[in-house]
Structures are given as C-alpha cells and as structure tokens.
C-alpha cells in the first residue's frame, strides 16, 4: 500500500520561502521518479516539478524555473520542494506523487503518476 504524506504548507507573505515534503511509505521508494503538482481554486491541476529515481535529473515548469527545486533523500523517502520567492500566483494546494512504473525518468505529465498525496496548502499574500 503506497502512502503518500506531505507537510510545509502555511501562509507566506510574497517573496518568502517554503519547504514542502513529502514521506513515502510502501514500495522501494529509491526505484520511483516523484513529481510535485498543484492546483489554485478554479483551474486545473498543473505540473510543478519532476525528479529523477536517483535524483540525478530533475525538471521544472518554466512557471517556477529558477525559484523552486525538487530534491530527495532516498535514505528517509522524502522528495522535498524548496520554494523561494514565492509570489501570489503560487497559491495553490501542492500535491506529491509517484510514477507507477520503475525507473522511467522524469515527466511532468500527470497522467504518467500512480499515487497522489493528499495535498497541503501554500497560500501566498501579496
């Protein structure tokens, strides 16, 4: 049984920082790609982030290229999200998830993921 848990959410004044995580249970952990996603009220959800099994790859969606980064520690199943200079765009609720197949390299195409988290909330004020 694959659990996703993410934590770090809160409320941000813009131009400050958040760290997201995200802890993983069931399955080997070390052999999935991850990805962060979000969604604001009213639209779709959105790609935010890809990471690598081993972590030596990662992707962004121009939207947050440059101010957030996607990082994991294998050895505590964590994947993290750094976000830095947020801005009130970003407010959404951001979701960790895990690919379904092994080892396939990162994509920020949400149908390619398996197993979703149940969200936590950034809220950014201007």
Do not use: H
């Given at each position: ?9 809160g ?6 920082s ?30 935010v982030?890809?990471?690598s099994?081993?972590?030596g ?8 290229k ?7 520690d ?25 690919r ?9 195409e ?7 988290g149940q ?8």
């Amino acid at each position: 049984q694959v659990q996703l848990v993410e934590s770090g959410g809160g409320l941000v004044q813009a131009g400050g920082s958040l760290r997201l995580s995200c802890a993983a249970s069931g399955g080997t952990f070390s052999d999935y790609d991850m990805g962060w996603f979000r969604q604001a009220p009213g639209k779709e959800r959105e790609a935010v982030a890809a990471i690598s099994w081993g972590g030596g790859t990662t992707n962004y969606a121009d939207s947050v290229k440059g101010r957030f980064t996607i990082s994991r520690d294998n050895s505590k199943n964590t994947v993290y999200l750094q976000m830095n200079t947020l801005k009130p765009e970003d407010t959404a609720v951001y979701y960790c998830a895990r690919r379904g197949g092994l080892r396939r390299g990162t994509t920020l195409e949400s149908t390619e993921y398996a197993y979703w988290g149940q969200g936590t909330q950034v809220t950014v004020s201007s």
